[in-house]
């Protein structure tokens, strides 16, 4: 059932191989926050794949399934992780915290945003 799926994938909905690839092993969610890119046309219109060390590195090890607002946080940041850390999940978790943190400081001028314009009404 599996080889079939694959094989409709790629074979009449033209996914690239890496695609089938890396949404598979995420279990279809974005690997940075959990969203389930199946959950809703929106969700997998936010489908993209994300190279955790952006240096052109098409390696499926270097690919993380991402959704659109994660991987816009983390644009072209290199996860910092210690020497001994380098493997797939340090990176991801370092780059986890990247986002988490820059997610929380655009929160916090949306939020004052907002009440400055609810202000207005
Ligand atoms: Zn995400």
Same mark, same amino acid.
């Given at each position: 059932?599996?080889?079939?799926? $694959?094989?409709? &994938?790629?074979?009449?909905?033209?996914?690239?191989?890496? =695609? +089938? /690839?890396?949404? #598979?092993?995420? *279990?279809?969610?974005?690997?940075?926050?959990? $969203?389930?890119? &199946?959950?809703?046309?929106?969700?997998?219109?936010?489908? =993209? +794949? /994300?190279?955790? #060390?952006?240096? *052109?590195?098409?390696?499926?090890?270097?690919?993380?399934?991402?959704?659109?607002?994660?991987?816009?946080?983390?644009?072209?940041?290199?996860?910092?992780?210690?020497?001994?850390?380098?493997?797939?999940?340090?990176?991801?978790?370092?780059?986890?915290?990247?986002?988490?943190?820059?997610?929380?400081?655009?929160?916090?001028?949306?939020?004052?945003?907002?009440?400055?314009?609810?202000?207005?009404?």
């Amino acid at each position: 059932m599996r080889d079939r799926a $694959k094989h409709i &994938l790629k074979h009449e909905l033209h996914w690239p191989d890496y =695609q +089938v /690839d890396v949404g #598979i092993r995420a *279990g279809f969610r974005c690997e940075y926050c959990g $969203k389930d890119l &199946l959950e809703s046309y929106e969700n997998y219109d936010q489908w =993209q +794949v /994300d190279h955790i #060390i952006p240096n *052109g590195n098409n390696a499926l090890e270097n690919l993380a399934l991402s959704c659109k607002l994660c991987n816009f946080l983390k644009r072209h940041t290199i996860p910092t992780v210690s020497a001994g850390n380098t493997d797939r999940e340090s990176l991801i978790n370092a780059a986890k915290a990247i986002i988490s943190e820059r997610r929380r400081v655009k929160e916090k001028i949306f939020l004052r945003t907002l009440e400055v314009i609810k202000s207005l009404r």
